[in-house]
């Protein structure tokens, strides 16, 4: 069973506006591939990066239902966090951003897939040569996976 690593971004991807097109279609990806977590086809796992990136969103509701949502999920304690500072470390100076380097250096860890709604962040992870984790946008998932 593939363990999933999904951004904060890609969490939050309902709550944005759904005018556009993409940003509909990663919601449906976003929903989709929470139905297969739930049906057991997946394993999606949460870390501290998502708790403590969650507990700084101002929307109340949208946090309260964040929080809910990654309640769902595991939380595995890592054994080794200071090769997670690390490497996290070692990503944001090739240029990730602070929590996108924790997120990324995290999901190499625990899990198989890591998705993000984050294009910047997405061509980052695909030009880092010493990536661990496989990086997709929802969409990309869910057509590799051929969930329907």
Known sequence: MKTLYLDVCTYCRPFDNQDALRIRLETEAFYLILQYIQQHHYQSVVSPVHL???????????????????AKFPHPLVEDISAIRSRADYLYHSGFGIADAAHVAYAEVLADVFITCDDKLLK??????????TAMNPLQFVLSEELQ
């Open 52 to 70: 403590k990136e969650i507990a700084a969103i101002n929307a109340v509701e949208e946090r309260l239902l964040l929080k809910a949502e990654l």
């Open 124 to 133: 980052k992870c695909q030009k880092e040569t010493s990536l661990k984790v």
